[in-house]
Structure formats: C-alpha cells, structure tokens
C-alpha cells in the first residue's frame, strides 16, 4: 500500500482526477482505461457505477491511482478499501468515513461548501477537500477561503471543464476534478475520443 501522505503528493502532482460515473461496469471500465492511456494519474470511481467492485478489480495494478467517490458511509468506505481504492472521496464530509479512512491511514476527500464544514473536516485530519458542487462558486472563492483558513487545501469538482480549469488552477486550486465531459468523450467518440480529450486537458494544464 501506498503511504498516505505520497498519495496526497501524487494528487498535487496530478493535478487532474477524473470522476468516472459509468452507467455500468463496462462502461465505466472502457472511460477509466482510456483515460489512464492519455495520461491521467488519478482516477476516481464512483459508487453510483453498478457493479463498481467489477470496476476496481480490473484496474488494479493499474499506472494510475484508482480512489472511490460518492462514498457516503462507513460501510461503503470499509467496502472500497477492500476492493484497493486509495483514497476516498464523498459528496458531503461523514465523520465516520473520517474514522474509516484514518483508522487504516488512506486519505480522505470530503465534499465542502462552507467554512464551518472546511473547519471540521480539517479538524478530523482531511489534507484536501473536494469544493462541490464548483458550479455554483467563481474560482475567486479559493482565495477568499485561503484568507481565514491559509492551510486548507481545496480541489474544485461539479462544472469543471478544460475552459475553466487553469483559473481555478491559478486562483490557488490544488487539483481539480473533471468527468461528465469524458463520459460524453466516449459516447460520442469511444475510448479513442476520450484518450484524445485527456491529452487535450493535459496539454492546457497551467
């Protein structure tokens, strides 16, 4: 297993996770894999993908770090780490996936919209977290949080796209999250247009 704190630093270093919400197994598989072969170091597979533990199962080994989203209980946190997620992601921040994820020593990721949610999260020993939905904020808010809060890391996902993503970016963003564009990259385009529109993110990447 890969310790906690690399796993952050591959994050940092990603830049980029792609959210991968499949409409089954296969589907899922197919965006993940041709993501991964554009580049992408992080993926996120998420549990309102039936059959997701089909999903984990084949890219195990795989190049990139494979993490579990819509993650909304314990139980479900418990289920993902058996199945080799890496780090954990939820809509909403849970103390009991806090527990979970610290207990055996895998990062977690919660879904924050306020400061007080920022502040708690981090007090339960959350190094980023996941602005959602970003839709409905300007990446001017990054800096406006980092004002109080100057250690909060945050990582904007909901409404992220290749248009937008350097200004999150460059308003004080760790990472983004992306994925309802790479789902519609392979229906419209298979796995080719998805490997293409990875490389097309990956070369805008500030």
Not at 52 to 81: C, P, W, Y
Not at 156 to 171: D, H, R
Not at 173 to 179: F, K
Request: proline share 5%.
């Amino acid at each position: 297993m890969i310790p906690k704190m690399e796993i952050y630093q591959q994050i940092l270093d990603a830049k980029i996770v792609a959210v991968i919400r499949g409409k089954d197994a296969d589907e899922a598989i197919a965006v993940a894999e041709a993501a991964v072969n554009g580049g992408l170091k992080a993926i996120e597979l998420t549990y309102t993908t039936p059959g997701v533990s089909k999903v984990f199962e084949k890219l195990a080994g795989s190049q990139a770090l494979i993490g579990a989203g819509t993650v909304l209980d314990a139980e479900t946190a418990r289920h993902a780490l058996l199945h080799g997620a890496e780090f954990v992601v939820s809509p909403n921040f849970n103390p009991d996936i806090a527990k979970v994820c610290n207990r055996y020593n895998v990062p977690y990721l919660p879904g924050c919209m306020t400061i007080k949610e920022m502040v708690e999260a981090t007090e339960w020993g959350c190094d980023i977290l996941k602005l959602f939905p970003a839709n409905g904020f300007e990446p001017s808010f990054v800096g406006s949080v980092n004002g109080p809060l100057p250690k909060v890391r945050i990582m904007p996902t909901g409404g992220i796209n290749i248009k937008n993503m350097n200004a999150w970016l460059e308003a004080g963003a760790v990472a983004v999250g992306i994925g309802s564009d790479l789902t519609k990259a392979y229906r419209s385009a298979g796995e080719q247009g998805v490997t293409q529109l990875v490389k097309e993110y990956l070369k805008e990447l500030a």
